[in-house]
């Protein structure tokens, strides 16, 4: 079956533009969540969903960043006036049960590889 | 068998001693693990970050990782009734890999 997809693959980007990140979860998974990842590293959390309920957000490194997932479903990560330091790998995760992470398995995107000049 | 086992707890150590969590595993091919800590309600923190066996220190912090008996360890040092939180393993195939597997999470309790 169908995994988590994000779009775009890559997106470069000049310093100042807004991006908006998209994530298509594996379809009926209820949680759904953002990370992002330096090379050589594991993935940071940013935020996460219950259905289309915002649960946690204290990830996000500032106010340029938010996340929407309206219909519980396709979710968008949008960064507004880009910051060279914004420069890293965007994934997407979901997960099948209503939880905050425990003991789930999470599925993970290809990722969205952001590069902002 | 789970890929994963991690002991739920509560584990309740005074402040001041050293903690010592623990994961085991079934897959032998993991290669990369984790180590993450979570407060109410909140998302998972990642904590450390390591690839196959070894060990890696981060501050307070020590992550061990024995693949020959399939066994990952964190420990704190000098803990702290901040660190009270759930702490949990994860663990993936690839470094870019499309599936993490978490382990349930250790509630840990700091006693002031």
């Known amino acids: 079956g169908a995994g988590v997809s994000q779009s775009p693959r890559y997106k470069v980007t000049k310093r100042g533009q807004d991006v908006a990140l998209r994530c298509d979860p594996i379809?009926?998974?209820?949680?759904l969540y953002w990370y992002r990842q330096a090379l050589g590293q594991g993935p940071e959390f940013l935020t996460y969903f219950n259905y289309e309920a915002q649960q946690d957000k204290s990830g996000l490194p500032n106010d340029r960043f938010s996340a929407e997932r309206p219909e519980g479903s396709i979710s968008t990560l949008t960064i507004q006036r880009t910051e060279q330091r914004d420069s890293a790998m965007y994934r997407c995760a979901s997960s099948p049960g209503l939880t905050s992470g425990t003991g789930e398995t999470q599925y993970f995107g290809p990722g969205t590889r952001l590069l902002v000049l | 068998q789970k890929e994963v086992e991690q002991d739920p707890g509560p584990l309740s150590v005074p402040e001041g001693a050293i903690v010592s969590l623990n994961c085991t595993y079934s897959?032998?091919?993991?290669?990369?693990f984790m180590w993450y800590r979570q407060y109410s309600r909140k998302g998972p923190e990642l904590l450390m970050y390591?690839?196959?066996?070894g060990n890696k220190e981060d501050g307070r912090f020590t992550a061990q990782v024995d693949k020959s008996s399939k066994y990952i360890s964190l420990f704190i040092r000098d803990s702290q009734p901040s660190d009270s939180a759930t702490y949990l393993c994860a663990m993936t195939l690839m470094n870019r890999d499309d599936k993490i597997i978490f382990g349930k999470g250790t509630r840990l309790h700091i006693l002031p």
């Open positions: 897959n032998s091919a993991f290669q990369y």
């Open positions: 379809s009926g998974h209820v949680s």
């Open positions: 390591t690839y196959s066996s």
